[in-house]
């Protein structure tokens, strides 16, 4: 079938089973390969998007599901105010090691701070659970989530 994506505010049609994956549309079909795949079930995060602004396992989503909401993926991120806070945070707090979940980590932060723009460390750990790092950066991550909604 015949899909129109909007994607990091561009239109894509792409012509799919509609129970593709959005994972499998963004990576083969659109060459978007900042959306990683991590253990196609939706349980590490590294997958994560942002669909209306909410955090979707792009695995488990199919594109026929998607409809005409937005999706954000990694490489849109930079172009946000959040998202380039997020970034420079990142760095800064030298976030990833392998850097492999970062794109999942980077869409449920940037999720987190859209409707909370000053999270405690509960609310951190909350919205940041469903993302694996297999390198275990998370302090790292907390502190660069914390940066990022201190900085001005």
Do not use: F
Request: aromatic share 4%; glycine share 10%.
């Amino acid at each position: 079938m015949k899909y129109s994506l909007n994607i990091n505010g561009d239109r894509y049609d792409v012509d799919v089973d509609s129970n593709m994956p959005l994972l499998w549309a963004l990576r083969d079909e659109l060459n978007l390969t900042g959306t990683k795949y991590g253990c196609g079930q939706g349980t590490c995060g590294a997958c994560t998007v942002l669909i209306d602004g909410s955090a979707r396992r792009a695995c488990l989503t199919p594109v026929a599901a998607v409809g005409e909401r937005p999706v954000m993926t990694v490489e849109g991120l930079g172009a946000t105010r959040i998202g380039a806070k997020l970034k420079a945070a990142w760095a800064r707090e030298m976030a990833p090691q392998c850097g492999y979940c970062h794109a999942g980590q980077l869409m449920s932060a940037a999720a987190l701070l859209e409707r909370m723009p000053e999270p405690d460390a509960d609310a951190i750990d909350a919205a940041m659970s469903g993302n694996l790092c297999r390198c275990g950066t998370y302090d790292r991550i907390r502190r660069a989530i914390k940066r990022a909604a201190r900085a001005a």
